[in-house]
Structures are given as structure tokens and as C-alpha cells.
């Protein structure tokens, strides 16, 4: 098992920065995807951005490419989800997502993902 907890989660205003941050802990997960994805609600799960723990490979939606940045602090197990220039549309609920490896095309999607944390709050108000 693998326990997630997101925090971060707040009210900015459009153009704003925010940094979300994201606790790993539990088994081995040091050749693990972890991944950002976002809710609104009526909609799917949406992804935003993902990382390998250890080659440090990362990935990113085109909707955030050049906003978002994701990293990860390994001697802190943590995940961060850094969001610049933020958009009312970037509005959502967050969540942590971690998994063994996957191929590549797999990475963009929430069914792949059997470890989720328990999400946190992104309003941007315009």
C-alpha cells in the first residue's frame, strides 16, 4: 500500500502562483509514476502532470505546459504540483496519484492509477 495526502489547496486570483505538495508514504515506491490529476465536478479526472520517482522523467498535460511544474523532494518523500499564471479554468480538486510503471501512453489516464490521495480544493477567482 501506498498512502497519499495532498495539501495546498486554496483561493488565489487568476495570474496568481500556488505550490501543492503531496506526502508519500507506505511501501516501496521508489520505481513509481506519480502523477497530478484535477476534478471539476460532472466531469472525468483529468491529468496534469506526472513524474518517476527516480529517473525523474516528467510529463505534463498541453493545457499547463509551461505553467505547471512537478517535481519531487526524495530525501522529504514528497510530490509538488507548482502552478504559475493560474486560470480560472485550472479551478478544481487536486489529487495525488501513484502506481508501479507503466508504458507511456498510459501515463495520462486515471484508470491506470490504483493508489490516490484524498484531494484538495484549487479555487482561482477572476
Known amino acids: 500500500q501506498v498512502q497519499l495526502v495532498e495539501n495546498g489547496g486554496r483561493l488565489v486570483q487568476a495570474g496568481d502562483s500556488l505550490r501543492l505538495s503531496c506526502a508519500v508514504s507506505?511501501?516501496?515506491?521508489?520505481?513509481?509514476?506519480m502523477g497530478w490529476f484535477r476534478q471539476t465536478p460532472g466531469k472525468e479526472r483529468e491529468f496534469v502532470a506526472a513524474?518517476?520517482?527516480?529517473?525523474?522523467?516528467?510529463y505534463y498535460a498541453d493545457s499547463v505546459k509551461g505553467r505547471f511544474t512537478i517535481s519531487r523532494d526524495q530525501a522529504d518523500n514528497r510530490v509538488y504540483l507548482q502552478m504559475s499564471s493560474l486560470k480560472p479554468e485550472d479551478m478544481a480538486v487536486y489529487y495525488c496519484?501513484?502506481?508501479?510503471?507503466?508504458?507511456?501512453?498510459?501515463?495520462?489516464?486515471?484508470?491506470?492509477?490504483?493508489?490516490w490521495g484524498q484531494g484538495t480544493q484549487v479555487t482561482v477567482s477572476s
Open positions: 496519484a501513484a502506481d508501479e510503471p507503466m508504458v507511456v501512453g498510459e501515463i495520462t489516464l486515471a484508470s491506470t492509477y490504483n493508489y
Open positions: 513524474i518517476h520517482w527516480t529517473r525523474g522523467n516528467t
Open positions: 507506505g511501501r516501496d515506491f521508489s520505481n513509481y509514476v
